[in-house]
């Protein structure tokens, strides 16, 4: 007899269809909720850095680096070009005004002055001599003037005398006449003698300044030549000390070259090179501090140079207060430099995080600690510690601040520790 066999409802292939099926679902599943606006990722506590939300003193500043300087420097400067002949202090030595350091030569030089001095010698004699001719032509017409005046007092005699006797019919008209046409020519003569002499004075007076005034811009560029042979011997322009001294003896030097520089022993001040970012916000009065042998200096910006060079810009600081002691030149400084005032702010600590999200979220932490949600924040001000919180975080509010590179697009940290 035939027995009914009933068939399975659950053979294994239906079961592994089902199975491959829920696999599916449960891989769309999983992938959207990794991919939603919920995704959660678990987070070892030990592998990020949690930090509290506080509120305090807030100062903006940044970290430069500055070299200390002297107060003063003179630069050396080749007043004129040579050839560096004798050397008499080395580097580093301490001048006093007027003292020579080095003496350079120049055979250009040398004849110029020969041959001014010689123009000069040769002025001076023309000088003297058109002088002796002036002095002898005025005594020669002073001479004919006294002639011209005899002749004129004769001359009147004669004639007051004939006017008197041809009044007295004495003489007869014709030599009254003469007497009279003698005065007047006489007179006459003494005139243009006084004019004459005038003249000569003037011309003799003009010839002898012309003469002068050729002297003495010939005698002023003796003068010159004679500073320039002398300025071929440098001397200290001020009491301190030499030093970059660039100059070895054979060697050549242009006009204008440094040679050097003297540091004026009276002070310090620091030259500090700042990014061209804060450019517009960097003037004369802000201040800077620095530690030095454990103990904290401050200085203030006194001159500010706004020529640009590789993207940076530099300033002169001034100690304010004590200097430190033993500090020296070329020594460099580590400064804070202030941008603003201290005032009263929330802060979170400077981290990673800061770079995925650039400060317009943050992930905060639940007040059990199990967990970190993403919220929106608004960032303003910051220092090399801290950044200024201006919205979305309370003092006492603890947030993630490490780097947010591996879960930057989850919206929530499910906080574990091991």
Do not use: C
Not at 118 to 132: D, E, F, G, K, S
Not at 179 to 184: G, L
């Amino acid at each position: 007899m035939d027995r009914v066999i009933q068939k399975k409802k659950w053979n294994s292939k239906r079961i592994l269809t089902i199975a491959i099926a829920v696999g599916i679902v449960a891989l769309i599943a999983g992938s959207y909720y990794y991919t939603s606006g919920n995704s959660k990722l678990n987070v070892d506590t030990e592998r990020i850095t949690i930090s509290t939300v506080t509120k305090g003193p807030f100062k903006e500043y940044i970290p430069v680096n500055g070299i200390v300087l002297p107060l003063t420097t003179i630069y050396l400067d080749a007043q004129e070009g040579g050839r560096v002949e004798e050397k008499f202090v080395e580097d580093g030595a301490i001048m006093k005004k007027g003292q020579p350091i080095m003496r350079l030569s120049n055979t250009d030089l040398a004849l110029s002055l020969v041959t001014q001095e010689t123009q000069v010698y040769n002025l001076l004699t023309q000088m003297q001599i058109a002088r002796n001719a002036a002095e002898q032509n005025t005594v020669t017409r002073l001479n004919q003037m006294t002639d011209v005046d005899n002749l004129l007092k004769e001359a009147k005699r004669v004639y007051d005398l004939n006017k008197v006797l041809y009044a007295q019919k004495a003489i007869g008209l014709q030599e009254f006449r003469q007497s009279e046409n003698n005065y007047n020519y006489q007179l006459e003569k003494k005139r243009l003698a006084q004019q004459i002499l005038r003249q000569d004075s003037v011309s003799t007076k003009q010839s002898l300044e012309q003469a002068k005034q050729l002297f003495e811009g010939s005698r002023n560029a003796l003068d010159l030549t004679r500073k320039k042979v002398g300025d071929l011997v440098v001397r200290a322009p001020i009491d301190g000390q030499l030093t970059s001294m660039d100059a070895e003896i054979g060697q050549n030097k242009r006009q204008g070259e440094r040679l050097g520089q003297i540091d004026v022993l009276n002070g310090f001040k620091v030259r500090v090179d700042i990014d061209e970012h804060y450019i517009s916000r960097v003037f004369i009065g802000l201040m800077g501090d620095f530690s030095f042998a454990n103990k904290s200096y401050k200085l203030k910006i006194t001159k500010v140079y706004t020529q640009v060079t590789a993207g940076r810009f530099q300033v002169d600081m001034q100690f304010e207060g004590a200097v430190p002691q033993g500090i020296r030149r070329g020594q460099t400084l580590q400064i804070g430099l202030a941008l603003s005032d201290e005032t009263q702010a929330v802060l979170i600590p400077k981290g990673g995080f800061y770079q995925q999200t650039g400060g317009n979220w943050i992930f905060k932490v639940s007040e059990d600690g199990t967990k970190a949600y993403r919220v929106d924040i608004q960032l303003n001000r910051q220092n090399p510690d801290f950044y200024e919180v201006v919205q979305g975080l309370k003092p006492g509010e603890k947030v993630v601040t490490s780097s947010y590179e591996n879960y930057e697009k989850m919206q929530e940290l499910v906080l574990k520790k091991n």
